[in-house]
Structures are given as C-alpha cells and as structure tokens.
C-alpha cells in the first residue's frame, strides 16, 4: 500500500518526533517500522528522520520590477532584424549608432523613455530577450562535409599569415564572359 506524499510527510513528522527522543535500540525498531510503512529504502529513512527540521524552505525568489517591457522587446527585435540578427556582444555597443538613425529614417518609431532603454541595455539582457526569437531562426545544417575532405582543405587564420614582407598579393580571378576569356590567354 502506497502512501500519498500528504500522508507521507504526515507520517514522517510524528515518526521524527518519536526518533529524536528515543535511546538506540528504540531507534532501530522505529526505523524498521518507518521503512514498512513509507517505502523508502533504510538508508534514504534514516537520512529523512535525522534531517527533517534541520530542511529549509524553498528560497522564494524575488521579484525585481521589470524595467524592459513588451515595447523595448519589439523595438530591439526590430533593430536587430535590421542588423542582420548579429549576436548581442555586438549589438549592445552598436545601438548608440543605429537607434538614432533608424528613428531619423522613420524605421524605428519609439518614446523617448524606450529609447534610452535600448541605449542603456547589456549585452546579457539582449542575450536573454532575444533568445527565444533566435531560436526561431536557427538553421541547422542538413548535411556536412566529411572529416577527410575538411583535413585536406588548408585553412590558415590570421596570426598565421606572414604580414612581414612586403609585395604579396592575392588576386581572384573570375571569367565573366566570352570576349574576356580571349585577352586571358593572350
């Protein structure tokens, strides 16, 4: 016969009162009934009846006033669509440039309060708003290239090249049409 929690807890509260007065031999008697009667593993019922007081309630968590409301979300969302949905580290410095402007050219209509919200706003804070919009933009990758293709395929990043002489260039070159071909093989 399975307890319900209520009743498990109800249980648990009259037993401990029981176990914390009782001398060593009682304790183990009172340990054997508790077990029969609740379930719990012997260890588990013991931890539970020496512990039950010293638990404490759930830290309550505490509620700040919000300071970026539903209109400094839309207005955010907007500009960082209009940025190309770059990430937040460098959407946070660049909106003192891009809200000004984007309110010239009547893209953006805010307040001003909602203004010198965004232009205040943290990169973290921009990180947490707009997290469930860039999930929603998330592409993932269908197929990828094999490991055996990506080793063979040199790769050099910036502090690898030499930047020390002078004199070398790298040039693309790309045929666009016919009559360009010809001057390419003269």
């Known amino acids: 016969m399975a307890l319900t929690l209520q009743a498990r807890k109800a249980v648990t509260k009259e037993t401990f009162k029981r176990y914390q007065k009782a001398p060593k031999k009682e304790k183990t008697r009172i340990l054997d009934e508790f077990v029969a009667l609740t379930g719990y593993t012997r260890h588990h019922a013991s931890w539970v009846l020496r512990t039950w007081e010293k638990r404490r309630p759930p830290k309550r968590t505490r509620s700040r006033p919000l300071i970026y409301d539903r209109k400094v979300f839309k207005a955010l969302r907007k500009v960082w669509i209009v940025c190309d949905c770059i990430c937040d580290k460098r959407l946070a410095p660049y909106l003192k440039e891009i809200v000004p402007v984007l309110i010239a050219h009547n893209e953006l209509e805010v307040d001003t309060e909602t203004r010198q919200k965004l232009i205040r706003i943290s990169a973290a804070t921009i990180d947490r708003l707009l997290a469930p919009e860039r999930a929603k933009y998330l592409l993932k990758?269908?197929?990828?290239?094999?490991?055996?293709?990506?080793?063979?395929?040199?790769?050099?990043?910036?502090?690898?090249w030499d930047r020390t002489r002078p004199g070398d260039v790298q040039v693309d070159l790309v045929e666009q049409s016919l009559p360009l071909e010809r001057y390419m093989r003269s």
Do not use: H
């Open 141 to 160: 990758p269908r197929s990828r290239a094999g490991p055996a293709l990506m080793n063979r395929i040199p790769v050099k990043t910036f502090s690898q």
